[in-house]
């Protein structure tokens, strides 16, 4: 870790800065300072957002101004260790990757001149880190892909993307929780929940966490109560195409 | 049970209370009223906690029929209200007596009145508050997020405190304000601007655009230059003044995402976000430059008003 650098962004604000840049030997870092400053700021603490290399403290103004904010800020990361690995859980997501619910299967598999079996095994090939939670409730920004199987973000977002929609933009793939516009590359379908508001805790993904998906069949699927309903085309029409 | 039935529910009628704290890290948006002031002068009218449950009328269009008699209290932006056809002037706490209607036009002054209940208005929270997200599906008076719909019946369990008037010059939106002044704490990347731009942004005026919710409001005027790299995304605090590769600034409302990549000039203090979200398109506006410190004892009296 480089030196800590702690910034002010607003009246209640701060954003700790660890690194500068997205790397899962960063994680065990990013969950060590998550924990300190919880326990540091206690009472204070009305929002921590941890993300790729920061963590952002909303802290209450009716008990800390800035100054003592801040130093709560550096009493947390003084001696800081890195979290032991494993902390995180590990998680196995049963996708159905097939075109119909996952388009662009089509499109990666075409650029890299391979079968869809083939993008599939590399997609499953991996563990991924959860690095960061954001864009809606419990949706996980995970990473890093297999160089090859980067893609860019698509040039018109689809409005709507199912719930469990499991996703890739550039070097990160995630999951939909809800369903949500979105300009990702879908490329299947999981018929776990990701949010529910009676899930202890909520989401089922947490920064930290390992995720492996796992190939399974569309009646498989459907067991698991998944809805094997055609991803919706996407929304754009000639005039935004134009634009 | 009685209450007051919405016969006519208008564009985006909402359930706000204060906001949604402590989840944040899992994604989900912060919510809460837009003129989270408006609604904490109701609320005090009636004896409320500050940050009760109430209904945020957005633009008008509203109409309610009263089942039961009620003691209840307006505040925030004129949208032609009228009690059986009575107008009635936000900043006050009336009495609506069963079989009358109180109903919402359109904005005079201002996009946002307030409605407070004694004791507050019933709901169930979801994930600690009852703020209406639609597109998260989460509060509201299903506990799903939607707006309020015709049919819906607002009922609340409290009884209205001894009877208040406002302060002068509060709970109303100031009507001769000569510059729309916008406090913003400075911050973030402001580093990474041109040095021109930093002083435009201070020293030049700004329109409220048409593209403007509870997400975030886009100001229009001069092109602000960001120098810096990109960025990886971090949180986003409340009124965060973010800059896309047009230069035209966002400022960041209650229902923002919670994390976000773009480079930022620094965040308007709560209190200038309450102003802001009572601001029509084409509004001029001016970002003034404040200190934390400063920001805070501004931010606390107004608390120290509802004690």
Known sequence: ?243 | MKGLIVERAGPLTLIQDGGRFGVRHLGVTQGGAADWVSLGWANWLLGNAPQAPGVEITVGGLTLYAETSATLALTGADLGATLDDAPLAPGTRFTITAGQRLAFESPRAGLRAYLAFPGGLDATPVLGSVSSTVRESLGGLDGQGRVLDEGDCLTWAGTAGAERTLPLGVGTLPGDEERVMLALVSGAQIADFSGTSVFEAFNTPWQVDQRADRMGVRLTGSELRYLGEGMVSEGIPLGAVQVPADGQPIVLLNDRQTIGGYPRLGALTPLACARLAQCQPGTEVWLTPVAAGQARNAHLRQLACWR
């Open chain 1, 1 to 243: 870790m480089s030196d800590p650098s702690i910034e002010t962004v607003g009246m209640d604000s701060l954003i700790v800065r660890l690194f500068d840049s997205i790397d899962e030997e960063h994680m065990p870092w990013m969950l060590a300072a998550d924990h300190a400053l919880r326990e540091a700021f206690g009472e204070a603490l009305i929002d921590l957002v941890p993300s790729y290399t920061t963590l952002l403290v909303h802290y209450d103004i009716q008990r800390l101004d800035l100054q003592a904010a801040r130093a709560r800020v550096s009493e947390a990361l003084a001696g800081l260790t890195p979290a032991t690995s494993g902390e995180g859980q590990r998680h196995v997501i049963p996708v159905w990757y097939d075109v119909s619910v996952g388009p662009e299967l089509e499109r990666i598999a075409e650029r890299l001149g391979v079968s869809h079996e083939d993008v599939i095994a590399r997609h499953c090939a991996r563990d991924y880190s959860v690095f960061a939670l954001g864009f809606a409730p419990g949706y996980a920004f995970m990473g890093r892909l297999d160089d090859e199987l980067a893609t860019p973000r698509l040039k018109t977002p689809r409005q709507k993307v199912a719930a469990g929609s499991v996703a890739i933009a550039e070097r990160q793939t995630a999951v939909y929780p809800t369903l949500s516009p979105g300009g990702w590359n879908i490329v299947g379908r999981t018929a776990v929940a990701l949010f529910g508001r009676d899930r202890e805790g909520y989401s089922l993904f947490r920064p930290g966490d390992k995720v492996r998906f796992e190939a399974i069949s569309r009646e498989a699927f459907i067991e698991q109560g998944g809805d094997p309903t055609p991803l919706a085309e996407r929304g754009d029409t000639p005039t935004e195409a134009q634009t």
